[in-house]
């Protein structure tokens, strides 16, 4: 598995990673500002509308403003706020300055943002919700704004200035231990990714894209924003996913592109007008298992066969079934041009290596020394094989993760925050399949005597320390874990609420 940058592109294309000289996310986006300002960029719910020519001078005052209160190009801004106009034009306002953008989900509770605040030490946040304000205030004494950044206005200095090789996005994900760590992607990182899905996807100016995924994690913002931008394309930005929304603007908007996460195409399909998607050039699917089933069903109703991907906060994409060729159900693809990959060990895990791979987390030296090999690999904790036609299969993790609606959940950062309850003694996170959510959140308890704790009791408790998505959905109360000889947890055990028999292993 070299390499292998030729079946995802078209004859007469070549893949670059610094696209063409460009070499960051703003290099690239100015081309489009200076060669065709009157071409429509980015539409929004209320009613905004930027073309490239308004999105640079947007930007530019934006950027003046940041300027003005003493932001400057390495310093980090934590950014945690719906899609609108005026935080995507903060977000390229910063990294137009050469600051480090760090994305959080806006969902997260006061210790999840602590955490990240005491982690990264942004210089400023950029927050739509007072009570986050208060929280990060609480975290760090920095300078917390709206996305429209009330601020003086100032000129901005000169601009698009960073290298290749300059941090742009701090991306939180959690290892096995539960505990975030920022995955620090350079521009360089960010471009060439894009750009070999530019490639890839055939993504060109005349492409409109329905996105009504958050862009505080790489598939909206990555991959959806910033891809946008760099094909010279545009985007209707939605701040939430509903059906008829999204129908009504794929309507409005003539779309030719849309990007989901499984539980998006599983809600579509419960729409009867989910057939409108029919009109669309490509509709693709990523961050967490497509159901093979529901592919077929999608395509039964719509004639689109999904592009289902593979990608990591830590390397934006990675492979890709093939917009030419064929697509198949249940795999993820071929590498896409740049990326080497190849399997190791047993269970063989998936590592990766190419321009679009980040260098490492965070002041993490144990961790960076963990997850990548000598010559430079990622160990991508992804189990995979390949099918008959070379394909990718993802066949399972190997660290510990659930995947519940494209946000990844942590069993260890819920039994941690479960071990606080006072009636609590022990537990067991497991995810439990599910059509709508991939892994529904469950949680097997080990109650202190005389105790019962009901879901929606869990769920109070749980709601100071825990964004609602990492909640359980279930609670089943037991009276010890199942445990191996070594004492370590059998979650494979763990079922319907039951433990199941030692020889059903
Ligand atoms: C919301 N809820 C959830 C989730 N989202 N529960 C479990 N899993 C979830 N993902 C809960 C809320 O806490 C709330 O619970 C109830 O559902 C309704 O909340 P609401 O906000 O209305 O939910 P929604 O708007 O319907 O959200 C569902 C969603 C959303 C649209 C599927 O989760 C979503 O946008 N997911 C996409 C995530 C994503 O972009 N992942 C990419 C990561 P209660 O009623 O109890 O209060 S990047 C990545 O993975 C890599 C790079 C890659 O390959 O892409
Ligand atoms: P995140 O840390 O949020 O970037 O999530 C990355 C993880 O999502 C990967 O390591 C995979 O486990 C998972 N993932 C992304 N895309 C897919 C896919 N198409 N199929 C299965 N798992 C996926």
Avoid at 107 to 116: L, N, T
Avoid at 135 to 161: C, F, G, K, N, Y
Avoid at 430 to 459: I, N
Wanted: glycine letters at 10%.
């Amino acid at each position: 598995m070299g390499s292998a940058d030729n079946h995802h592109i078209a004859p007469g294309f070549r893949f670059d990673p610094s696209a063409g000289g460009r070499e960051t996310l703003p290099g690239s986006w100015a081309a489009h500002w200076k060669a065709t300002p009157e071409r429509p960029a980015l539409r929004f719910a209320d009613g905004t509308a930027l073309n490239y020519g308004e999105l640079e001078a947007a930007s530019r005052r934006a950027a003046g403003r940041l300027h003005s209160a003493g932001l400057g190009a390495g310093e980090r801004v934590l950014f945690s706020a719906a899609s609108s106009a005026q935080g995507v034009v903060a977000h390229v306002a910063c990294l137009r300055l050469g600051l480090v953008v760090i994305p959080a989900n806006t969902a997260y509770r006061q210790a999840e943002v602590a955490h990240v605040v005491g982690d990264a030490r942004p210089s400023a946040a950029i927050v739509d919700e007072p009570q986050r304000g208060e929280w990060i205030r609480a975290a760090a004494d920095i300078p917390v704004l709206t996305p429209d950044l009330p601020l003086d206005e100032a000129p901005a200095p000169i601009l698009d200035q960073s290298a290749a090789e300059s941090p742009a996005l701090i991306g939180y994900t959690s290892g096995t231990t539960g505990r975030p760590k920022g995955a620090v992607l350079s521009h360089g990182n960010l471009l060439s990714s894009v750009e070999a899905l530019r490639l890839a996807w055939r993504w060109s100016p005349d492409d409109r894209l329905v996105l009504a995924l958050p862009l505080f994690h790489m598939h909206g913002l990555g991959v959806g924003l910033h891809g946008t931008l760099h094909a010279g394309a545009s985007a209707m930005i939605l701040p939430r996913f509903d059906p008829d929304e999204v129908l009504d603007a794929a309507a409005a908007f003539d779309a030719t592109l849309f990007f989901g996460v499984p539980t998006l195409y599983h809600r579509l399909m419960q729409s009867d007008r989910v057939s409108e998607l029919a009109r669309l050039r490509l509709c693709v699917s990523g961050s967490a298992p497509l159901p093979a089933e529901l592919h077929a069903r999608f395509e039964a109703q719509t004639g689109q066969r999904i592009i289902e991907r593979y990608g990591m906060t830590e390397t934006v994409m990675l492979v890709s079934n093939p917009v030419e060729g064929d697509r198949r159900p249940g795999t993820v693809g071929l590498p896409l041009p740049g990326v080497e990959m190849r399997l190791a060990g047993e269970p063989p895990e998936i590592e990766v290596r190419g321009p679009n791979v980040f260098a490492g987390y965070l002041d993490r030296p144990d961790a960076n020394a963990e997850a990548f090999r000598e010559d430079g690999f990622f160990r991508t904790g992804d189990l995979g094989h390949l099918d008959e036609a070379g394909y990718l299969c993802i066949a399972g993790r190997a660290r510990e993760l659930l995947i519940s609606g494209g946000y990844n959940v942590y069993p260890r950062e819920v039994e941690e925050a479960l071990g606080e309850h006072p009636e609590i003694v022990e537990s067991a996170v497991v995810g439990t399949p599910s059509e709508e959510w991939g892994d529904a959140v469950t949680a097997y308890l080990v109650p202190r005597p005389g105790a019962q704790p009901t879901v929606a009791e869990v769920r109070h408790f749980l709601g100071e320390r825990l964004a609602p998505y990492k909640h359980p959905r279930t609670v089943y109360c037991v009276e010890a874990l199942p445990r191996n000889a070594l004492g370590k947890v059998q979650k494979h055990r763990l079922e319907n609420g039951r433990i199941l028999d030692e020889e059903a292993d």
